[in-house]
Antibody
Framework: QVQLQESGPGLVKPSQTLSLTCTVS??????????WSWIRQHPGKGLEWIGY???????YYNPSLKSRVTISVDTSKNQFSLKLSSVTAADTAVYYC????????????WGQGTLVTVSS | DIQMTQSPSSLSASVGDRVTITCRAS??????LNWYQQKPGKAPKLLIY???SLQSGVPSRFSGSGSGTDFTLTISSLQPEDFATYYC?????????FGQGTRLEIK
């Protein structure tokens, strides 16, 4: 059974960089066949896709966030990570990592989510 | 970006009711439409992918239909555990986008 687990600081100061890691268990990122995404949900709101990475390191980011986002992968640790720079209060959200089987573009496994608050 | 619009935004229903939620895309997305269920404090759960394919482990009372721009999620007989918020998602083009959600409440 594949499991994803987000980790990282729950509080980030304005203008700093938000950094989160997603650890995958029950399956290997380097086996291919899946895209690994970050998705966020503002409090009480809908879902916003941030970007994805493939095991090879290929990435694609939401144009709305592209200038501030970096997603990287560490296949030796079976992890992928998110960095979001120059954060403001508008970046306060629950951040999820998720797996996307590249045949359909859906997200079949999700982490439990981690709330990141941007505040001084 | 493709805009996804769900209706209604909220819905009250009773256990045993048949419920339909609609999702409309701002342009044709073929059958690249997925449905999720989200309960408070939990991650979304995939119910339906490719418009009508039931995700493994999801009860058969859930079904999806549609293609092009108009899609529906139907729950044939509501169970107590089905009260949640439901989201559609288009995976036709990047960036993938979600509907605003439909909150299904107990009448």
């Amino acid at each position: 059974q594949v499991q994803l687990q987000e980790s990282g600081p729950g509080l980030v100061k304005p203008s700093q960089t938000l950094s989160l890691t997603c650890t995958v268990s029950g399956g290997s990122i380097s086996s291919g066949g899946y895209y690994w995404s970050w998705i966020r949900q503002h409090p009480g709101k809908g879902l916003e896709w941030i970007g994805y990475i493939y095991y090879s390191g290929s990435t694609y980011y939401n144009p709305s966030l592209k200038s501030r986002v970096t997603i990287s992968v560490d296949t030796s640790k079976n992890q992928f990570s998110l960095k979001l720079s120059s954060v403001t209060a508008a970046d306060t959200a629950v951040y999820y990592c998720a797996r996307d089987p590249d045949s359909s573009g859906s997200f079949d496994y999700w982490g439990q989510g981690t709330l990141v608050t941007v505040s001084s | 970006d493709i805009q996804m619009t769900q209706s209604p935004s909220s819905l009250s229903a009773s256990v045993g009711d048949r419920v339909t939620i609609t999702c409309r895309a701002s342009q044709s997305i073929s059958s690249y439409l997925n449905w999720y269920q989200q309960k408070p404090g939990k991650a979304p759960k995939l119910l339906i992918y490719a418009a009508s394919s039931l995700q493994s482990g999801v009860p058969s009372r859930f079904s999806g239909s549609g293609s092009g721009t108009d899609f529906t999620l139907t729950i044939s007989s509501l169970q107590p555990e089905d009260f949640a918020t439901y989201y559609c998602q288009q995976s036709y083009s990047t960036p993938t986008t979600f509907g605003q959600g439909t909150r299904l409440e107990i009448k």
